[in-house]
């Protein structure tokens, strides 16, 4: 068996919730029992938060894939932690770069960790304001899409995903998920796992995925 390590790595609500982390850890086992699954939750906050704790928190584990949970917080301006939307492109980056020549030796991808980053959900109407709408989030989902392409990493694109239904507040809780967004979440990041696995239960190398979906 093959240890393969994935991480959520990000700020999770997990207060009386069961995230999409810990349905992952409780049932990847039993989808693929040909892999080792070592499956963790790091905390983060912001973006450069995350940055500034990468090697301690993630690296030194040496994942395979890690979902970074990004959160629409530091996006609001009078908000402790603002970071403007070209400090954000910057330091997302570094980060994803950082991620992306991590040599983590395990064999897997050329020895590459893959990122898949979840974008924030989008605000609740009630929530918006004039300098913090889904308006401004949109140009923060733009430099994020920008860098998971630029670093090969995938998007799971919970912003657009949402903003596509006609009522997106039964999924929400404040700018965070309830427990039916965490649902649905673990729905849409095992459906990008199945992406991932390769019919032996291995997973493949992202060139590979790229050549299947061509």
């Given at each position: ?20 982390i810990?349905?992952?850890?409780a ?10 699954w ?8 912001t ?17 395979n894939i890690?979902?970074?949970n ?9 908000s ?7 400090t954000y ?9 950082k991620i ?9 991808n050329?020895?590459r ?18 300098k ?6 949109l ?52 459906l990008?796992?199945?992406?991932l ?14 050549e299947?979906?061509e």
């Amino acid at each position: 068996m093959i240890k393969t390590t994935l991480i959520g790595y990000g700020q999770l609500q997990t207060k009386n919730l069961i995230t999409y982390i810990e349905r992952l850890d409780a049932h990847l086992d039993g989808y693929y029992p040909n892999i080792l699954w070592n499956v963790l939750y790091q905390n983060g906050t912001t973006v450069k938060n995350l940055l500034d704790n990468l090697e301690d928190k993630v690296l030194v584990h040496h994942p395979n894939i890690v979902f970074i949970n990004l959160s629409s917080a530091e996006m609001k301006q009078d908000s402790q932690g603002y970071i403007s939307v070209d400090t954000y492109k910057e330091i997302l980056n570094e980060l994803l770069a950082k991620i992306h020549k991590h040599n983590n030796r395990t064999g897997l991808n050329g020895c590459r960790p893959i990122p898949i980053v979840v974008t924030p959900p989008p605000i609740l109407p009630e929530l918006a304001e004039e300098k913090f709408n889904n308006k401004v989030l949109l140009e923060y989902r733009k430099v994020i899409e920008e860098a998971v392409i630029e670093w090969n990493g995938m998007l799971l694109d919970l912003f657009t995903y949402l903003s596509k239904k006609n009522s997106y507040k039964e999924y929400m809780n404040g700018l965070g998920l309830n427990q039916n967004g965490q649902d649905l979440l673990y729905d849409l990041i095992f459906l990008e796992m199945t992406k991932l696995i390769n019919y032996q239960g291995v997973l493949k190398d992202r060139d590979k995925v790229y050549e299947d979906e061509e």
